[in-house]
Nanobody
């Protein structure tokens, strides 16, 4: 059974930092690329970042490039999203996603609120 559990969200001031974590189980984590998405109130879910199976390749949405860093720990089966220089428009529910042959799987999400 595939499980993705996000944590680390919270309330932060503009310019601040947060690190999100996604604990995974139920699939071969070390062989699988991982993704972060987000959904702001009233908006469609959007891609944030992805990382290859070995961690050697990463990609970012233009809106977060240079501020967010995706990483993974293939021993702990965890994926992380370090978010620096947070802006009001980064407020959203952040989701971890994995794409497997058997289907796409999402976590329950963690809320990030950027507010002064």
């Amino acid at each position: 059974q595939v499980q993705l559990v996000e944590s680390g969200g919270g309330l932060v001031q503009p310019g601040g930092s947060l690190t999100l974590s996604c604990a995974t189980s139920g699939f071969s984590f070390g062989d699988t690329a991982m993704n972060w998405y987000r959904q702001a109130p009233g908006k469609r879910r959007e891609y944030v970042a992805s990382i290859g199976a070995t961690g050697g390749s990463t990609n970012y949405a233009a809106s977060v490039k240079g501020r967010f860093t995706i990483s993974r720990d293939n021993v702990k089966n965890m994926v992380y999203l370090q978010m620096d220089g947070l802006k009001f428009e980064d407020t959203a529910v952040y989701y971890c996603k994995v794409v497997l042959r058997r289907g796409d799987y999402w976590g329950q999400g963690t809320q990030v609120t950027v507010s002064s």
